[in-house]
């Protein structure tokens, strides 16, 4: 099935025509009723039955609609542009909105690519591209879009981590690579979608989290995983300032410092800039050697 195009002529000189053919059914029927003539009165009759069966061809297509129309079960093709049009007669004419709509999935709980169960909803902004599809292919498109919405997000979410706590490793995840998942979603969502006769436009992730039972157990890795990288970057600055200070005060002192001495002061200033708590200050009265 696939949408095609039907005849149709301008409505207002349809319109016209069957004014006409009422005015001529009347004035024959009034000129049979005073002659007393029954030739006149049945060609009026004739003359009322075809203005009415030219009246039903009538139709009124509203801004962003589509009419399709079916003859005796027939699909026979689809008015799209607005206006007032003559159509064929006899045609079961059904409306179909062609505006952009949007979906809202509700929040489903699945298993991402390592096993861990998230959270996770989208939103959906398709639009209708081929009436006929829409309405002979499926029951009811709105229902397929949400059911194959929901099929698309658990499939997607399953195909990637939610978090990498490896740097090193360039991985696409759900929380990290959200454009790249959605352009994901919006590709697998257009595949089913399309035996619908419907145009995805959008999709985007509008809920992202751990589930309940491993939220917590996920946060405090997070904040570890934080926590060490912090420290990496304080460690690796107080090593740099910590050398910086003993070459100054050897340059300074215009003599050479022993490995020991030397140890024992990178030791001290290190344990002064990475310790979170203030530290106690040592006077140590011996003499430099």
Partial sequence: MQEKKVFHVN???GLLGVLILLGLSVYLCWIGFDGNSVGLISFGIVVLLVAFLCASTLTIVQPN????LTFFGKYIGTISTSGLYMTVPLTSKESISLRVRN????IIKVNDSKGNPVEIAAVIVYKVVDS??????????EQFVEIQSESAIRHVASKYPYDSFDEKVDTTTLRGNSTEVSEDLKKELQDRLEVAGLDVIETRLTHLAYATE???AMLQRQQATAILSARKIIVQGAVS????AVDKIQHDQSENISID????MINNVLVSIINEK???NVINTDSMK
């Fill in 241 to 244: 300032i910590a050398e910086d």
């Fill in 132 to 141: 006929a599809k829409a309405i002979f292919n499926v029951e009811q498109y």
């Fill in 214 to 216: 491993i939220a917590n």
């Fill in 103 to 106: 979906f809202n999935s509700s």
């Fill in 261 to 264: 001495k030397r140890i024992s």
């Fill in 11 to 13: 409505g207002y000189l």
């Fill in 65 to 68: 609609e589509a009419k399709v």
């Fill in 278 to 280: 203030g530290t106690q």
